[in-house]
């Protein structure tokens, strides 16, 4: 099921909407997608006063920030142990401005385990809760379904087989379309162009947007990448997210005879200047999906979050690539499959075989309409301004 076009409200037609709006992100995508969110609602809502948790690009947006959300944005049990402390001194501040400011409508955005408790408070107080891109409950702790339905007054996914999933649980959720389709452009991909000769290989690495995922993963893929550069001739990129530092790949980097260029600038040029992509399950994967680059799927965690993992997830594939195209269309290595040797040999064994591009390319080609039509932001951005105008005693 596609989002429908945008429909924007007519010029003289749109009712009054004000106030103040607390929005919540807790991870890097959410930070990016809300960013654009927030952009397209000050443009339907110019005298909205927003506040909350994110990072550059929501405060680049306009949002009064409360708190960092690079301070609180882990993967795993242990590492969720670690800041929890830090967790609990930001989820009061935030609702210590809800009480001061007297906000009466709230954006949360993905990050369930601390945004679904929030939620609880907030609903508490009166305060109309919109929950912008669904957690993935459909894979996981399909429990809190009833748990959304109590707390969420407007559930905005931006997966097609979200709305189904909802629906089958009594939610009515309302499918906007994928961000990812409006920020990611149409660019000419590394296979379409004839290699020449000599020419090495242009591999990019995409170890995450976390701290721990990058210290479970980048790893295991500088191992790989040297293996696979001792098997063919290959020119390396470590694609940095926003959310983390140089120095810290630099760290992993420490001591290894391997040269990687480190890049943070034209991150979608560089994806689709590559042949290959070596890239942590997460976003990232309908990124380099969206621009037609093949690509491995590595995912490693701590021994603890994997077993538990395992129980819980019910999904035939992790990578969202595969979930959304509905097969198994890139290779995925969770774990103690995401060994040096193995990531290496696949590597080389996909760069050598053209039929195979060419048929993962084919598949990778029908993610866009996939994932919705344009406009996905504004979408989502009428559906709050719709809520905030409810709210607004109209003259």
């Known amino acids: 099921m596609s989002a429908p076009p945008v429909d924007e409200p007519q010029p003289g037609s ?29 443009d339907l809502v110019p005298n909205l006063r927003a506040f909350g948790l994110g990072g550059n690009e929501l405060r680049d947006a306009g949002l009064d920030l409360i708190a960092r959300s690079s301070e609180i944005s882990v993967v795993g049990i ?31 955005i993905d990050f369930p385990d601390f945004n679904l408790r929030l939620a609880r408070a907030l609903k508490a107080r009166g305060v109309k809760v919109i ?19 109590r707390l969420v007054d407007r559930m ?23 961000p990812l389709v409006d920020e990611v452009p149409n660019l000419p991909q590394r296979w379409e162009s004839q290699k020449s000769p000599g020419e090495p290989f ?28 001792e098997m063919e001739s290959i020119r390396l990129r470590l694609v940095r997210a926003a959310t983390v530092t140089n120095a810290e790949l630099r760290e992993q980097l420490e001591g290894r005879e391997l040269e990687v260029e480190i890049v943070s600038e034209d991150r979608f040029g560089v994806l689709a200047d590559s042949h290959l992509a070596i890239c ?32 819980l997830v019910r999904l035939p594939h992790i990578a969202l690539v595969n979930l959304v195209l509905g097969q198994s269309v890139v290779p995925e290595l969770i774990q103690h499959e995401a060994t040096r040797d193995r990531i290496a040999r696949l590597g080389s064994e996909i760069l050598q075989d053209r039929d195979r591009i060419r048929e993962m390319r084919s598949h990778l080609g029908d993610l866009r309409d996939r994932l919705g039509h344009a406009g996905a932001s504004r979408r989502a951005a009428v559906q709050v301004m719709e809520e905030l105008v409810a709210l607004t005693p109209q003259s």
Do not use: C
């Not at 501040?93 to 809800?98: F, G, K, T």
């Not at 929950?131 to 339905?149: E, F, L, M």
């Open 78 to 108: 242990t590492e969720a142990m670690r800041i929890l402390p830090r967790a609990r001194d930001i989820y009061h501040r935030l609702l210590a401005e809800v009480d001061r400011r007297g906000a009466r409508a709230a954006v949360l």
């Open 202 to 229: 242009q591999v990019a690495l995409l170890p995450g947007s976390r701290t721990s995922e990058i210290e479970s993963n980048l790893p295991v893929m500088l191992d790989a990448a040297q293996s696979l550069g």
């Open 131 to 149: 929950y912008y891109i669904s957690p993935q409950i459909w894979a996981w702790r399909r429990g809190r379904v009833k748990t959304i339905a």
């Open 14 to 42: 749109q009712p009054h909407a004000e106030g103040e709006l607390l929005v919540v992100a807790g991870e890097a995508s959410g930070d990016l997608h809300g960013a654009r969110l927030l952009t397209e609602l000050r």
């Open 280 to 311: 942590a399950s997460g976003t990232a994967t309908l990124e380099v999906g969206l621009l037609g680059t093949p690509m491995i799927v590595v995912y490693r965690v701590r021994p603890w979050t994997y077993f538990l993992g395992r129980l």
């Open 156 to 178: 905005l996914v931006i997966l097609p087989f979200e709305v189904d999933f909802y629906r089958q649980h009594g939610v009515e959720a309302i499918h906007v379309g994928h």
